[in-house]
């Protein structure tokens, strides 16, 4: 995958551009000159194991935290500087579950809606139909309590598409779910990158979703260690597989366990 | 779960151009956090409840037992002798924005460690403009519980001239937002729920009992001089006699002068805590995550 640069916000900007990004909590060192970028209307796999700065990542591109090293942009606008239009073109379904139980599923997609200045005409619309991408056709006056982990889960992807970004980004959004709830979670974000032309960034430590023909940016102890198509990056590594050159590349040993120092 | 199409109506998202927030659009939002704040607090029937409960407990038991024994002499705004539980009904009142205030600071630590918080704090509109959106919906939800108070007390025979429950109205919001904007910084220091037993032992009794919600601050005086200067430096001693005077279509110019200053202060200092680049909360190892 090509680092592009971008001088300002405009069409050809990249979706994400993330560029010499460090991060710490206090004197632990969380992310390390991590330097990447996103196409548009691609599907960009974000792997690492649990410690790796997935999250931190997320916090950083959601604006959450600040980047005080480094420099993050979605579609040419920089998130520290204008974080307003920068998180504008963002969704995002966070790893931690953020639906409010006691309300009803319209009630928190009504919320989301108003966080960004949809009105509720226009959100009862854009519900309705994303319920029935989301596959929870009519499902609008259902507790947020009462569904599954997988349910809630497609509501938080439909929540994330309402206000209509151009790119979304997943952090471990299948963890905790069943094997057919995580392919079918996993089809349907494929799907709109193919139909809509979104930009995709999809955290994990899963192996098994990824595919042949998408990117990978693989992080290791908050540094990056590759990045670039999942055929590239194979024959870089010298493995046979994305999951050989994933091991290697964390250092898992054939027990599974991950080699903590470098 | 299948994949089907993009219906015609929510298509060519990446296409999308946005039009600059206008006034329209900030309104939307803040009606959605208030809408919210209102939905969550009807849908928490027992938080409603104990909220009526704990104030209704003040008047009926304890004033009822100690008007005998504490006698209110006329201090302004009384011109006449009134009964203590007329005395301590705006100190009630004030006690029920002081406990809403610090539920509302609790409820945001409860998200952060939830992750709510964060759908809020990822909206493009501007960090400030989410947090004073915040602080009103608490505000909103705490007014109407004094008002549902004010209600039961008034069937109880305490009661306000007629002009006073409409004249207390601001001074009921301005004290609420003071409130709210110091839970909103307390929220912002606290890093884990459990810690929120230290704001009940730091912030809420101390404030509540050293001010004149319950005594008239000469009998205070009289006690201790010390506790009097304590009293004096409370806010919430400056709320209690807002809404005291509010309550007979008065203006206590001191009070109105302290609590709008605090209200200023503290929500300044929460904006600032809450500031991605400058904030507390960006200090905090909070990823929420694993990854």
Redesign the interface.
């Known amino acids: 995958m090509q680092h592009v640069r971008t001088s300002g916000p405009g069409d050809q900007a990249a979706a994400l551009d993330v560029a010499g990004v460090s991060h710490s909590y206090g004197s632990k060192r969380a992310l390390n000159d991590v330097s990447f970028s996103i196409a548009p209307t691609t599907f960009t796999v974000l792997l690492g194991l649990n410690g790796a700065g997935k999250t931190t990542l997320f916090s950083l591109i959601s604006h959450l935290y600040d980047t005080r090293r480094g420099s993050i942009r979605i579609f040419g606008h920089d998130v520290s500087r204008a974080s307003g239009e920068a998180l504008r073109r963002v969704g995002i379904v966070f790893q931690a579950r953020t639906l409010d139980l006691d309300l009803s599923v319209h009630q928190n997609l009504s919320y989301h809606a108003s966080l960004h200045g949809i009105g509720a005409g226009e959100a009862r619309q854009r519900i309705a139909a994303l319920l029935d991408i989301v596959d929870m056709p009519g499902r609008q006056h259902d507790k947020a309590r009462s569904l599954s982990g997988g349910q809630m889960r497609r509501i938080e992807i439909a929540r994330a598409l309402l206000h209509r970004p151009s790119l979304l980004l997943l952090d471990e959004a299948t963890v905790g779910l069943d094997i057919q709830s995580r392919a079918g979670i996993l089809a349907t974000i494929r799907k709109l990158v193919e139909t809509e032309g979104i930009g995709v960034l999809w955290a994990t430590h899963l192996i098994d979703e990824v595919e042949d023909g998408d990117h990978v940016v693989v992080l290791r102890q908050g540094g990056l260690v590759a990045k670039g198509k999942v055929a590239d990056v194979v024959r870089t590594s010298g493995a046979g597989s994305i999951r050989d050159a994933f091991s290697r590349l964390s250092r898992i040993d054939a027990a599974g366990n991950a080699e903590i120092s470098p | 779960?299948?994949?089907?199409?993009?219906?015609e109506?929510?298509?060519?998202?990446?296409?999308?151009k946005?039009e600059k927030?206008g006034l329209?659009?900030?309104l939307?939002?803040l009606?959605?956090?208030v809408?919210?704040e209102c939905?969550?607090f009807l849908?928490?029937r027992e938080r409603f409840i104990s909220s009526l409960v704990r104030p209704l407990i003040w008047l009926f038991i304890f004033a009822a037992g100690f008007r005998q024994v504490l006698g209110v002499s006329i201090i302004p705004p009384y011109k006449t002798y009134v009964l203590y539980e007329v005395y301590i009904t705006p100190g009630l009142c004030g006690m029920i924005l002081l406990f809403s205030g610090m539920q509302s600071s609790l409820s945001m630590v409860y998200d952060r460690e939830?992750?709510?918080m964060?759908?809020?704090?990822?909206?493009?509109?501007?960090r400030w403009f989410?947090l004073v959106s915040k602080m009103l919906a608490g505000v909103s939800v705490s007014i109407a519980q004094v008002y549902a108070f004010l209600i039961v007390a008034w069937f109880w025979g305490v009661k306000a001239p007629p002009i006073g429950y409409l004249m207390v109205l601001p001074a009921l919001f301005l004290s609420g937002m003071m409130l709210c904007a110091l839970g909103m910084l307390l929220s912002s220091m606290i890093k884990q729920l459990e810690n929120f037993a230290g704001i009940m032992n730091f912030i809420i009794f101390p404030g509540y009992f050293a001010s004149p919600a319950l005594y008239p601050l000469w009998r205070i005086q009289e006690a201790s001089p010390l506790l009097h200067k304590i009293c004096l430096a409370n806010p919430f001693t400056y709320a209690v006699e807002l809404i005291r005077f509010a309550f007979y279509g008065q203006i206590d110019w001191l009070s109105l002068g302290v609590v709008a200053g605090c209200t200023v202060l503290f929500l300044a200092a929460a904006i600032i805590a809450y500031?991605?680049?400058?904030g507390l909360v960006?200090?905090?190892?909070d990823?929420?995550?694993?990854?």
């Open positions: 779960m299948s994949a089907p199409a993009m219906p109506k929510v298509a060519g998202i990446s296409a999308v946005f927030f329209r659009h900030y939307i939002c009606k959605g956090v809408l919210r939905l969550r849908h928490q939830m992750g709510n964060r759908t809020l704090l990822v909206s493009p509109f501007p989410l500031d991605p680049s400058r960006t200090r905090k190892q990823t929420g995550g694993n990854g």
